[in-house]
């Protein structure tokens, strides 16, 4: 079973247009990230979310909003898409006092 | 920005301990080392984490010193297939923790 899943694993899209990344966490943790790795394989949080609720809100465009229909879902939209938003996008989830997160494997962005 | 220093690279040989020191000088009371390992392609896998002391699992060690401003991760017996680049975490709460360096590329030579 795929703990932390993430889909697409790859999207492809133009400048300008709107997409969704979705990810899903089957271990029953409260707490949700999305993280951001560009080309210099800089790891950066975006947000964070436990129990539905956001927590963290990192400083990123508004055209990223984050949305978390129940604990085990936390998907990301992003709108009007730049070519510096190319980048792996993580998700990953963790559970109570514990620091271990789990990655899910990532979904490789690429705006043309 | 990253609270955390580590060497950009390391080589080694398989069979060897390999050390890997990371610095974080500015650490909280309530922050908790952690180290991560990614292969190229993969999301970051968690390794180990610890408050003070030694911590040791069934892949590594962690060394941290009393005034805890820097740890160790420790790898026995390397091999071919712990080529990866890793990262030290800090992490307590807050967005500055959750902010990966640069990490350390480890390349294990046969």
């Known amino acids: 079973d795929t703990a932390v899943s993430q889909t697409p694993k790859y999207l492809v899209t133009q400048m300008g247009n709107d997409k969704s990344i979705k990810c899903e966490q089957n271990l029953g943790h409260d707490t949700m990230y999305w993280y951001k790795q560009d080309s210099k394989k800089f790891l950066k949080i975006m947000f964070s979310y436990n129990n539905k609720e956001l927590i963290i809100n990192e400083t990123v465009p508004n055209r990223f909003s984050p949305k978390s229909p129940d604990k085990a879902h936390l998907n990301l939209h992003i709108n009007s898409l730049e070519l510096g938003d190319s980048a792996v996008y993580f998700c990953?989830?963790?559970?109570?006092?514990?620091?271990?997160?789990?990655f899910g494997p990532g979904t490789r962005l690429t705006v043309t | 920005l990253a609270k955390t220093t580590q060497p950009i690279s390391m080589d080694s040989y398989e069979g060897q301990e390999v050390n890997i020191t990371c610095s974080h000088n500015?650490?909280?009371?309530?922050?908790?080392i952690t180290w991560y390992q990614q292969f190229p392609s993969q999301g970051p896998r968690f390794i180990i984490q610890g408050y003070k002391t030694k911590v040791t699992n069934e892949v590594a060690s962690l060394f941290i010193p009393a005034d805890r401003k820097s740890s160790t991760l420790s790898l026995p017996r390397v091999s071919l297939s712990d080529t990866a680049v890793y990262y030290c975490l800090v992490a307590g709460g807050g967005a500055d923790g959750l902010t990966f360096g640069k990490g350390t590329h480890l390349i294990i030579q046969p």
């Open positions: 990953a989830s963790r559970a109570g006092v514990s620091w271990e997160q789990y």
């Open positions: 500015n650490i909280a009371t309530n922050d908790y």
